[in-house]
């Protein structure tokens, strides 16, 4: 049974830079406030024409590269998103067109921000079936288009951003090795985004309400966040006999700094094992994960060989949590520039484009 290594990792975040003091022009609060409850100072905001696919995109080729992957090689593709770019076509579909995956498959997977520990098993499953070699896993938001920026008790929370793994197929033993997915709709109303769905399509009065927007029970989030981080990490880890004491790094999702220091408690590993990253980009959902982990890699934190534990939760309410040894690229011949890619995707997506225009016109000549 081949193993599923993470051999590539990327990230993309906007360059412009929400402080809490800019919030604190638009709704009562305070940057004293803000940093002391939730620990975050800064978040990122997409610019007007860059879209949860424009981050995904950019984190996708920088995975691939460090993987030294093509696009082409790919069999699979999923984006989970919070904020992805329609209610379909699927993220994923968009990402393969933009970097040229022609052989692969594509969907988006919704867990919210367990989106990216769900994604990266089914990726991992996936390849260790033996029905694929290569896949790509990416989280991208662009939760700023959602945030109802006069309501202070979220509007603090969230920033736009993505983080891409690349996951390949070995007989090395290594890479993902234990998965825990649970879920608990029972607590289904304590974060949602109503607006737009079957239940409530869009209209004048749903606008009205706020029900395109972000709406959370904080604090209903903050209890449950605080129980299944520590039980989500100590499940996973006991499916595969392994202790805490092996493992390197703690990357947990990046929502409040308080969670993640209570989860530190409960699970008696310092916070210096917590990879943290909340002060500067706030809750980017699915990309908090991955971009916490492409952080540690370039601070020389997360290195080839480590035992790492992803742990997330948030919306549905889902969580999760995730154990792997991180691996790296697996050794090639040659050098793959996956950006050069992109310039014939856009030109093969323009002629696939005229051609379906073409047809069109032909079609209705012949009926
Ligand atoms: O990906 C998962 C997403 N969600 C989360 O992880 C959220 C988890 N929850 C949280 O992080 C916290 O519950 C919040 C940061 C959202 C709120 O912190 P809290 O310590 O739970 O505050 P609270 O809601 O209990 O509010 C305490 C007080 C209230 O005032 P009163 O009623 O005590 O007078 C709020 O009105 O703080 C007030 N408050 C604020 N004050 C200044 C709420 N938001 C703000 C604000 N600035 N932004």
Redesign the pocket.
């Known amino acids: 049974m081949p193993y599923a290594h993470i051999t590539g990792w990327g990230m993309s975040v906007p360059e412009s830079v929400l402080t809490n003091d800019d919030i604190a022009k638009m709704?009562?609060?305070?940057d004293e406030?803000?940093r002391e409850?939730?620990g975050i100072r800064e978040r990122r905001i997409a610019k007007e024409d860059q879209f949860t696919s424009t981050l995904a995109v950019e984190a996708a080729i920088k995975a691939l590269k460090v993987a030294n992957l093509a696009p082409t090689e790919l069999d699979l593709i999923i984006v989970t998103s919070s904020s992805p770019e329609y209610i379909f076509p699927a993220t994923a579909s968009l990402v393969q067109d933009q970097i040229g995956a022609t052989k692969a498959g594509a969907f988006d997977l919704s867990a919210?921000?367990s989106g990216f520990i769900y994604a990266t098993n089914m990726a991992a499953q996936s390849i260790r079936s033996g029905s694929i070699k290569n896949a790509l896993v990416i989280g991208s938001e662009t939760l700023s288009r959602f945030t109802n920026w006069k309501d202070?008790?979220?509007c603090?929370?969230f920033g736009d951003g993505a983080g891409a793994f690349v996951l390949q197929a070995s007989e090395k033993p290594g890479g993902v090795l234990s998965a825990v997915m649970r879920s608990d709709g029972s607590g289904a109303d304590s974060?949602t985004l109503q607006g737009g769905g079957s239940r409530h399509p869009a209209t004048e009065e749903t606008v009205h309400e706020g029900k395109h927007f972000v709406q959370?029970d904080?604090?209903a989030?903050?209890r449950f966040?605080t129980r299944v981080m520590s039980s989500a990490t100590r499940e996973a880890l006991e499916r595969i006999g392994m202790n805490l004491e092996e493992v390197d790094w703690i990357i947990p999702?990046q929502?409040?700094y308080?969670?993640i220091e209570t989860a530190s408690k409960y699970l008696k590993v310092p916070l210096d094992k917590f990879i943290i990253n909340v002060d500067r980009y706030g809750?980017t959902?699915t990309a908090s994960i991955p971009i916490a982990a492409v952080e540690a890699v370039e601070q020389g934190k997360l290195k080839s060989g480590n035992k790492v534990v992803f742990v997330g939760?948030?919306?549905g309410l889902a969580w999760g949590a995730l154990v792997a040894q991180w691996s790296g690229p697996i050794p090639a011949k040659k050098n793959v520039y996956p950006e050069q890619y992109r310039i014939f995707a856009r030109l093969r997506s323009l002629l696939r484009r005229v051609l379906r225009f073409i047809e069109g016109l032909l079609s209705r000549r012949e009926l």
């Not at 709704?27 to 305070?30: F, G, I, K, P, R």
């Open positions: 709704v009562d609060t305070s406030w803000i409850r939730t919210a921000c202070r008790g979220t603090i929370l974060l959370m904080g604090k989030v903050f966040a999702h929502a409040n308080r969670i809750n959902s939760f948030g919306a």
